[in-house]
């Protein structure tokens, strides 16, 4: 089976400090895909980032960086100079060769940030 | 916007009665996916379908169905609901051959309430 955990439910930070979303993930696959979405406030799911288990370089795309690790089986999001709009609801998800169909999600991060 | 669209943003009935749901995906894409977004199950894999045909199945009641049309848009049939039915359903759509390397891009969800 496969399983996300992302331990933390919410956090709250003012705007301008780094924030990590950590997500930690299970499953017996040894190919799988690991990806992030966002859920602002509107309500829709916006896609962010997708990595496969093979590529553990980690990934900048302006403000958000990604740090996958395979030995922690960790795949950890970081907001740098967080701002308003950042705010959201993260999820983490995990999609594995035995799991044609279904992306995993974690119980999702609530990001608030605070001017 | 992620090119996936859902009809309809809302909708409230009552008990018992049977609804649907519709997504068309975004251009191209031959592979829909549902899911269901409540506060106690959080983020749920219903069904997929991939070019017509049903492609996997996950934690869908009896109750619901859904099929994917020749022209690509799928619908989604929620019969029988109950007020556990309340939550909000996405449709995503892939581009690719369905499997799990897909990345899954999400409408913006159809709000359910069952009063």
């Known amino acids: 089976a496969q399983k996300v955990t992302q331990a933390q439910t919410e956090i709250s930070v003012v705007e301008k400090e780094d924030v990590t979303l950590d997500c930690v993930y299970e499953t017996r696959d040894t190919t799988y895909y690991l990806f992030w979405y966002k859920q602002p406030p509107s309500g829709e799911l916006v896609f962010l980032i997708r990595r496969n288990s093979f590529d553990e370089q980690n990934e900048i795309s302006g403000r958000y960086s990604w740090n996958f690790q395979k030995s922690t089986s960790s795949f950890n999001f970081t907001i740098t100079a967080s701002q308003v709009v950042d705010s959201a609801v993260y999820f983490c998800a995990v999609r594995g060769s035995s799991n044609t169909g279904k992306l995993i999600f974690g119980q999702g991060t609530t990001l608030q940030v605070k001017p | 916007d992620s090119g996936v669209t859902q009809t309809p943003k809302h909708l409230i009935t009552a008990t018992g009665q049977r609804v649907t749901l519709r997504c068309s995906p975004r251009s191209g894409d031959l592979s829909v996916y549902w899911y269901q977004q409540s506060l106690d199950q959080g983020l749920q894999f219903l069904i997929q379908y991939y070019n017509g045909e049903e492609r996997a199945k996950g934690n869908i009641l009896e109750r619901f169905s859904a099929q994917q049309f020749p022209d690509l848009h799928s619908e989604l049939n929620l019969s029988s609901l109950e007020l556990g039915d309340s939550a909000l359903y996405f449709c995503?759509?892939?581009?690719?051959?369905?499997?799990?390397?897909?990345?899954?891009?999400f409408g913006p969800g159809t709000r359910l309430t069952v009063l």
């Open positions: 995503a759509s892939s581009s690719r051959d369905g499997s799990f390397t897909d990345t899954q891009y």
